[in-house]
């Protein structure tokens, strides 16, 4: 039964919902004209939203139950990671104003599709029913598949979306035949039921867990399945690309985690590193070949994934806290850097050289005709490469310590020595911006406020939890 | 009869869909064999639900229904605007992002 302690401990997912909802109304009474009423309304109201719903999260950190018929779990674990993500969509909702300003797409339903794909990556995480994963992942996949199309006179956005949109739906196929198997040999989709079922090696009910494994590592990009990556994140709007590859991403790994503690899938624990040694392998080698920096960072997203999926070669309490520590700097690590990119974007007049701007070439002397974005950039590359004292360094020390703990030292090995290749491509940004001359054309000071902001924040987040890691730490170490 | 009829039968269909998704090149073609995929999938439940006596099968269909018909409505308009700028909706021809 539904009870109002259900609706009191979930009201960031409330907030989130309403919130949605609320943004079109406005959308559709403001109409767009010179004053922009509605959409500074909508930019602020969003702002607000998010923070109230971040507010509201802190408390439920020591909440560890059930809601809504057993539907929801609120765990340390999902508060942690659902507070990580609405603080990655409160950093995208900064930086977005300009860029769709500048992209002639600031409409509402923008940032409407937003809360509404924060709403799905909530679900997720806090799923304790496999109609809930279901649910929540494809309430997200389908405003992403919106929002990678938003520029829909250009026809790399269109691509991507059409990509993204087609693979994704296949999958989708794969995750609910798996769900379908399961259910038919349990006769439940309730985690609580599974936990009798651990281990069991059942043709119909492995095949079941095989085929919802597929669907997750097609959504966090994992080696196999990493080829749509690429391609949906150079076509996409560079806001939009910077959420879906760190929020999105998060999500996914988050409700794997869960998915994995739940149905104990030790005997996967050799196929799982061999699967993040491949990704950590294909990512970073086939990064040193690219000469578009969105397409440069899809690339080491890919590889990114990698060293988070080490921590799922076997989910003890200290792999878990490793994750999520990943998770927290991988989000502001990887959407700092998309939003620089964005701001870099928004610099150029016309569609052309907005395209163009894109390529690693126009990176060249960044550092002499823009010094404030070229170290905020740099900073970020650095704690992407793993090099202290940012977060990121932590993120890697901590995974390769708890797969060390887990007797798999040589994925530990493989994966510090390709890390190492990582460093060339972040190096060769930083190298591009600081010690090349600028191409020829002055580049203007941008009027990215909002934008420069966020990019701060997420740099103050990287120095803070890479000076001192116990602050995020001691949340973390509270799950289990 | 028998459950394996039915779930032969879904099978089946689901590698039709899988098959389709693979060779096919247009778009729409290739969305149509995904809707049978998760078509096939319904069926799965709704065989397994008749069969375990218990109606979670059930239920779950109208969250795939719903789902799909959403799936349905974004993907269409994504064809659409890509109709727009490119008369084309083969997907060998779409290509412009690679490497």
Known sequence: MINKADFINNIPLLIIAAT???ILIIEAIFPHGKKKIGEKIIFYLSIVSLIVAINYSFPQLTVNSLFFSSFLRLSTF????????????????????????????NYGEYYSLLFIATLGMMLMVMAYDLIIVFVGLEIMSISFYVLAGFMRKRLESNESALKYFLL??????????????????????????????KNQTEPTYFLGI?????????????????????????????VVTGMMSSVGKTAAFGALLVFFTTFGLEKFSMLIAILAILTMLYGNVV????TNIKRLLAYSSIAHAGYILIGFILVTPSSTHAV?????????????????IGIVEAQADTMEDRSLSNTLESYKGLGKTNPGLASILSIFLFSLAGIPPF????????????????????????????????????????????????????????????????AVISTIGLFLFGIYPDLLLRYIRAIF | MGINYFLILALLLFSIGVA??????????????????????????????????????????????????????????IIIALFRNKETINIDEINILKW
Not at chain 1, 175 to 188: E, K, P, Q, V
């Open chain 1, 287 to 290: 990064a040193l070949l690219q």
């Open chain 1, 78 to 105: 999902s508060v942690v990671v659902n507070i990580t993500m609405l603080l990655g969509i409160l950093i995208t909702v900064l930086s977005s104003k300009e860029y769709l300003e500048k992209e002639g797409i």
């Open chain 1, 324 to 340: 999520v520590f990943y998770l927290v700097s991988y989000v502001l690590m990887q959407l700092g850097a998309f939003i620089v």
């Open chain 1, 20 to 22: 949605s909802l609320l």
């Open chain 1, 391 to 454: 977060a990121g360094f932590w993120g890697k020390y901590y995974i390769f310590l708890s797969v060390i703990q887990n007797n798999f030292i040589w994925v530990a090995i493989v994966g510090i020595l390709l890390s190492l290749i990582g460093v060339y491509y972040y190096i060769k940004v930083i190298l591009f911006m600081w010690f090349y001359e600028p191409v020829t054309g002055t580049i203007q000071k941008s009027k990215s406020e909002f934008a420069f902001t966020a």
């Open chain 1, 168 to 197: 994704g739906a296949f999958f989708t196929g794969f995750l609910l035949m798996g769900i379908a198997l399961i259910y038919g040999y349990t006769g439940s989709t309730s985690y609580s039921f599974f936990t009798n079922f």
């Open chain 2, 20 to 77: 389709g998704v693979l060779l096919r090149r247009n778009a729409i073609i290739v969305f149509m064999c995904i809707e049978l995929m998760l078509n096939s999938v319904n069926l799965v439940f709704v065989s397994f639900s008749s069969y375990l006596g218990n109606s979670i099968g059930q239920i779950f269909v109208f969250f795939i229904m719903t789902v799909a018909a959403a799936e349905a409505a974004v993907g269409l308009a």
């Open chain 1, 210 to 238: 095989v085929l919802i494994l597929i669907a997750f590592i097609f959504k966090t990009g994992s080696f196999p399945l990493q080829m749509w990556i690429p391609d949906v994140y150079q076509g996409a709007p560079t």
